[in-house]
T-cell receptor, first 113, second 112 residues
């Protein structure tokens, strides 16, 4: 089992460019999450998907969109990147509702210039 | 859940000493309190968790204690080793029970 995988590992964008961060899990988990991590700010939830076909906003959703493509895959899209979106992005997944243990991917380090 | 505060933000100890990290939460209905460890360049990984029907849980050198009345829980690491150096995060469920709210993290440095 690979667990949670994320692509790409690193990305540099210019302001205004768009890109999609990919995430996949092979643990048959229902719930998936996108976080961003900034120095001194901890892990902040961007969007989550409690089950296939549903998505909900987290603490910092502005500037992002998500797609739960199927049970395995949950993508995060930046339509028009801004320097404030420079961050490390983590995808995570967890089992059924009520099972809170989350498994994290290795992260994507994004720089917007 | 909803608001989780974590202290201290940085902690330096000598190898063999104990380390304690504390978190407070705002939602009295919260019933699950995990601790995650993040090593440099990696994603966070669950190291221990506790549910609200238990006051303390141990796993070798790490333990978590919970005080529901005061709405705080703590991570205790005994006999610290250099490999314990990492960023540690506490968390609690949001009000809807659909996601975790994380503290801002504690950078632990263990010097030999």
């Amino acid at each position: 089992n690979a667990g949670v995988t994320q692509t790409p590992k690193f990305q540099v964008l210019k302001t205004g460019q768009s890109m999609t961060l990919q995430c996949a899990q092979d643990m048959n988990h229902n719930s998936m999450y996108w976080y961003r991590q900034d120095p001194g700010m901890g892990l902040r939830l961007i969007y989550y998907s409690a089950s296939e076909g549903t998505t909900d906003k987290g603490e910092v959703p502005n500037g992002y969109n998500v797609s739960r493509l199927n049970k395995r895959e949950f993508s995060l899209r930046l339509e028009s990147a801004a320097p404030s979106q420079t961050s490390v992005y983590f995808c995570a997944s967890s089992g059924s509702r009520g099972s809170y243990e989350q498994y994290f991917g290795p992260g994507t380090r994004l720089t917007v210039t | 859940g909803e608001n989780v505060e974590q202290h201290p933000s940085t902690l330096s100890v000598q190898e063999g000493d104990s380390a304690v990290i504390k978190c407070t939460y705002s939602d009295s209905a919260s019933n699950y309190f995990p601790w995650y460890k993040q090593e440099l360049g990696k994603g966070p990984q669950l190291i221990i968790d506790i549910r609200s029907n238990v006051g303390e849980k141990k796993d070798q050198r790490i333990a978590v204690t919970l005080n529901k009345t005061a709405k705080h829980f703590s991570l205790h690491i005994t006999e610290t080793q250099p490999e314990d150096s990492a960023v540690y995060f506490c968390a609690a469920p949001n009000q809807a029970g659909t996601a975790l709210i994380f503290g801002k993290g504690t950078t632990l440095s263990v010097s030999s």
